[in-house]
């Protein structure tokens, strides 16, 4: 699509813009055909493409390590089996190192989190036009649709209601086991009568309202944190390749360079997808060590 008649900047506009489903400005369902379209959808808007390569890549997950888990065997692990203990024993590590309290669900989470995160933002090592083209021209095929108004994202992790809904996942559990652990009590407690304190009654009510904004603000931003480092880095990291593919269609010798680029940015990437998906599940499992002790 990097040589088709889009503008660069139509270009860039058009692989920033998710496969979106809403209701539309005659009041029917369906998909957006362009991107103010699918702004003016509005909240109950759905991203298509990042819920179907989101679900896809969990079930992928799920299926791997099925498969790995049904076909172990005692002797010397190989190939799928292989992979799959050293990445439980490589979890397992990181959550002893990190969580000191005892629940058994946090070692599932993390592997679930880490590998679920590492595939989405694998997806951005496939060639920036590949899917794109394909479902383009399908559905220029089969449902006659102007490929200049088909839109699909394949990288879930650049699409903020993704990393959000994650985020919100893991706040929920840290609410959840905030209260579980301390009680309600406890837990306003820490809100309320820290980092400030006093034994003086007077004071230490002056006290509540700075401490309850303070802490509160500490707890919001561990969500918002989450969710926008992991988009951030990857949208950053899309973005470049965009602008790379743009120079296939400025010559030879700038398509020669993007291409040594590319595959530079690419090796590079690697590094950084894998860095997203260990960062936030490090974070996610100190936050929830954080929810199971008291200060």
Same mark, same amino acid.
């Given at each position: 699509?990097?040589?088709?008649?889009?503008?660069?900047?139509?270009?860039?506009?058009?692989?920033?813009?998710?496969?979106?489903?809403?209701? &539309?400005?005659?009041?029917?369902?369906?998909?957006?055909?362009?991107?103010?379209?699918?702004?003016?959808?509005?909240?109950?808007? #759905?991203?298509?493409?990042?819920?179907?390569?989101? #679900?896809?890549?969990?079930?992928?997950?799920?299926?791997?390590?099925?498969?790995?888990?049904?076909?172990?065997?005692?002797?010397?692990?190989?190939? &799928?089996?292989?992979?799959?203990?050293?990445?439980?024993?490589?979890?397992?590590?990181?959550?002893?190192?990190?969580?000191?309290?005892?629940?058994?669900?946090?070692?599932?989470?993390?592997? =679930?989190?880490?590998?679920?995160?590492? %595939?989405?933002?694998?997806?951005?090592?496939?060639?920036?036009?590949?899917?794109?083209?394909?479902?383009?021209?399908?559905?220029?095929?089969?449902?006659?649709?102007?490929?200049?108004?088909?839109?699909?994202?394949?990288?879930? =992790?650049?699409?903020?209601?993704?990393?959000?809904?994650?985020?919100?996942?893991?706040?929920? %559990?840290?609410?959840?086991?905030?209260?579980?652990?301390?009680?309600?009590?406890?837990?306003?407690?820490?809100? =309320? %009568?820290?980092?400030?304190?006093?034994?003086?009654?007077?004071?230490?009510? #002056?006290?509540?309202?700075?401490?309850?904004?303070?802490?509160?603000?500490? &707890?919001?931003?561990?969500?918002?944190?989450?969710?926008?480092?992991?988009?951030?880095?990857?949208?950053?990291?899309?973005?470049?390749?965009?602008?790379?593919?743009?120079?296939?269609?400025?010559?030879?010798?700038?398509?020669?360079?993007?291409?040594?680029?590319?595959?530079?940015?690419? #090796?590079?990437?690697?590094?950084?997808?894998?860095?997203?998906?260990?960062?936030?599940?490090? &974070?996610?499992?100190?936050?929830?060590?954080?929810?199971?002790?008291?200060?």
């Amino acid at each position: 699509m990097a040589g088709d008649t889009l503008t660069s900047s139509a270009y860039i506009k058009h692989h920033l813009t998710n496969l979106t489903y809403g209701k &539309l400005p005659d009041g029917t369902w369906g998909f957006a055909h362009t991107a103010e379209q699918a702004k003016e959808m509005g909240f109950w808007a #759905i991203h298509v493409d990042t819920m179907f390569w989101s #679900i896809g890549l969990g079930i992928l997950f799920l299926f791997l390590f099925m498969k790995a888990a049904k076909t172990a065997t005692a002797g010397i692990p190989a190939g &799928l089996q292989n992979f799959a203990e050293w990445i439980v024993e490589f979890i397992d590590s990181s959550v002893r190192g990190s969580f000191t309290a005892k629940n058994d669900l946090v070692a599932p989470l993390a592997l =679930t989190i880490f590998i679920w995160i590492f %595939l989405m933002n694998a997806m951005d090592l496939v060639p920036v036009d590949l899917i794109p083209w394909l479902t383009a021209k399908g559905a220029e095929m089969f449902f006659g649709a102007d490929p200049h108004h088909v839109y699909m994202k394949v990288v879930p =992790t650049t699409d903020p209601n993704a990393t959000f809904g994650m985020a919100i996942g893991v706040f929920l %559990l840290v609410l959840y086991y905030s209260i579980k652990m301390k009680g309600i009590g406890g837990f306003v407690g820490e809100l =309320t %009568l820290q980092p400030f304190s006093s034994k003086n009654p007077v004071v230490k009510t #002056i006290f509540i309202p700075i401490n309850f904004l303070l802490e509160f603000v500490s &707890l919001i931003a561990k969500p918002i944190s989450l969710a926008l480092r992991l988009f951030g880095n990857m949208y950053a990291g899309e973005m470049i390749f965009i602008l790379i593919a743009i120079m296939y269609s400025a010559g030879v010798v700038l398509g020669l360079f993007g291409g040594v680029l590319q595959l530079g940015w690419a #090796i590079f990437h690697i590094l950084i997808i894998t860095l997203q998906a260990f960062i936030f599940m490090t &974070l996610t499992i100190v936050y929830l060590d954080m929810a199971h002790h008291e200060h």
